[in-house]
C-alpha cells in the first residue's frame, strides 16, 4: 500500500500548525531573555563594607507584552488550523456551500455539539463522528476545551496572565571566582569588586492562566501539548481527502 501524502487541501491548516510551532520556539526563547533581564534589572551597588542587592518584588515575575503576544498567537494559530481543516472537508463535499458556515465544534456537552451541528453540516457522517470524539466531554480530550477558553480570551478580553516560576540559584561572590561559576549569568554589582552569579535551577517554569481564576497551567507543558494534539487531529483527518492517497 502506498504511504498517505500532506493533501493540497490542507495546505493552510499545516502551514497554521508550522507557524505555531515557530511562535513556541520563540516564546521559549522570550523566557530566556525575561529571565536574564528579570537579574540585571535588580539594583545594586557598593555599600559599607561590601555591596548590597535589592530583591525585586513577586510582582515582576509577571511576563508582559510580546510573551503574552506569542501565547495568543500560538492558541490562535491552532484554533485555525482545526477550522481549516473542517472548511477543506466542507468545500470537498460542497462546493456551493455558504464559506461562513464551517468551523471546528468545541463543544463542553454532548447537547452543546448537537447545538453548534449545523458547523459541521457539510461534512460526511463518519467525518462528523470524528469530530465528535475529539470533543473536550471525551476521554483524555480536555486540552481542546483549555485550547477554546485561552483563544476566546486572548481575543476578546485580555491576553493570558504568564509569570516566570524558575527556581534559581544566586550567589553573591568576587568577581574573581567567576571561574567557580561557569553556566551563570555574571552580573557584575558597580563600584565593587563583587558580581552577582545566577543559574536556573531545573527547567523553564512559565505558568500560565486567567488573572481572575485559580486555573494555573504549566506553560511549555501545555502548549506543546495542544502543538502535538493538534498535529495528530490534522494527521488523522488526512484519510478523508483522496488526493491523500499516493
Known amino acids: 500500500m502506498s504511504p498517505m501524502r500532506t493533501p493540497e487541501e490542507l495546505a493552510d491548516a499545516f502551514a497554521r500548525l508550522s507557524q505555531a510551532a515557530e511562535d513556541y520556539n520563540s516564546f521559549v526563547g522570550e523566557i530566556d531573555r525575561f529571565f536574564y533581564d528579570y537579574f540585571a534589572g535588580m539594583k545594586t551597588g557598593p555599600d ?15 511576563m508582559q507584552g510580546r510573551p503574552q503576544v506569542l501565547v495568543a498567537q500560538i492558541v490562535e494559530h491552532l484554533r ?6 473542517v472548511f477543506a472537508l466542507s468545500a470537498q463535499e460542497n462546493q456551493q456551500l455558504n464559506e461562513k458556515v464551517p468551523q471546528f465544534v468545541i463543544a463542553e456537552t454532548p447537547e452543546d455539539f448537537r447545538s453548534q451541528a449545523r458547523r459541521l453540516r457539510y461534512l ?21 476545551r483549555v485550547l477554546a477558553d485561552m483563544v476566546n480570551a486572548s481575543k476578546h478580553r485580555r491576553l493570558v496572565w504568564a509569570a516566570d516560576c524558575s527556581r ?16 551563570y549569568f555574571e552580573f557584575p554589582i558597580d563600584g565593587t569588586n ?15 492562566g486567567d488573572r481572575n481564576s485559580d486555573d494555573r497551567y504549566d506553560a511549555l507543558a501545555l502548549l506543546s501539548g495542544m502543538i502535538e494534539a493538534v498535529s495528530t487531529i490534522l494527521g488523522s483527518s488526512v484519510r478523508f481527502f483522496p488526493s491523500a492517497d499516493g
Open 194 to 208: 563583587s558580581s552577582l552569579f545566577v543559574k536556573r535551577e531545573g527547567r523553564r517554569a512559565v505558568t500560565l
Open 168 to 183: 534559581c540559584e544566586v550567589i553573591f561572590a568576587e568577581r574573581s571566582t567567576r571561574d567557580q561559576y561557569q553556566g
Open 124 to 144: 460526511t457522517t463518519e467525518q462528523c463522528g470524528f469530530i465528535e470524539d475529539l470533543q473536550p466531554y471525551q476521554e483524555g480530550r480536555g486540552i481542546l
Open 48 to 62: 559599607e563594607g561590601g555591596a548590597f542587592v535589592q530583591l525585586r518584588p513577586p510582582s515582576d515575575s509577571v
Open 80 to 85: 485555525a488550523a482545526l477550522d481549516h481543516m
